[in-house]
């Protein structure tokens, strides 16, 4: 994964300082990078049966779309408040510092079906689990959580410790 892993550009003191952002800009804009990272996000869940692909709003998008088309998969958004125009679940979860929200519609897949959670990156691991939260209010059996990057040295998989989780690019 370290030829994917220099597709992507460190920025630090973004977007405050002492924070080194992960840009994945410069991966998203090399097509054969791209594909490459979309493939091996989704052959660890080509045999299995995967109903929904869920993502969170904006990056999850990027990954988690064309990783539904390729398994045959629903898509599904969980988004910020107001963002959805059908009813929807919401969960409240907390940040390092405040508090956030997430929605889904409450009508996103169909009880007992087998979902998959991406997202371009695990830092923290609260967004992820939020999103768990509101794919089991919904009655859906998460089958795996899959990112493209995971930052390691802030713990997030130990909030998903249920969850089988995968990671493409650690940092």
């Known amino acids: 994964m370290q030829e994917l892993a220099g597709k992507i550009r460190a920025i630090p003191d973004f977007p405050k300082k002492g924070i ?9 804009g090399d097509a054969a990078a791209f594909r490459k990272a979309i493939d091996k996000l989704a052959v660890n869940y080509q045999n299995t049966k995967i109903d929904a692909v869920v993502c969170v709003e904006s ?8 990783i539904a088309y ?6 599904v958004p969980v988004r910020k408040p107001g963002k ?3 009813k929807t679940y919401k969960v409240t979860y907390d940040l390092e ?6 929605e889904i519609h409450q009508d996103a ?3 007992g079906a ?13 967004t992820t689990k939020a999103t768990a939260e509101l794919i089991e209010k919904l009655k859906g059996n998460i089958v ?10 802030l713990n997030g998989r130990e909030k998903l410790k249920n969850y089988k989780v995968n990671s493409i690019i650690h940092y």
């Open 114 to 126: 087998n979902v998959l959670i991406v997202d371009d990156l695990l830092a923290t691991g609260g």
């Open 59 to 66: 990056r999850g998008f990027i990954f988690g779309a064309p």
């Open 84 to 86: 959805l125009p059908y």
């Open 144 to 153: 795996g959580i899959a990112f493209m990057i995971e930052l390691d040295f």
């Open 97 to 102: 510092y405040g508090s956030d929200t997430l």
């Open 109 to 111: 897949f169909p009880s």
């Open 20 to 28: 080194l952002f992960r840009d994945i800009t410069t991966l998203l």
């Open 70 to 75: 390729k398994l045959g998969a629903a898509f």
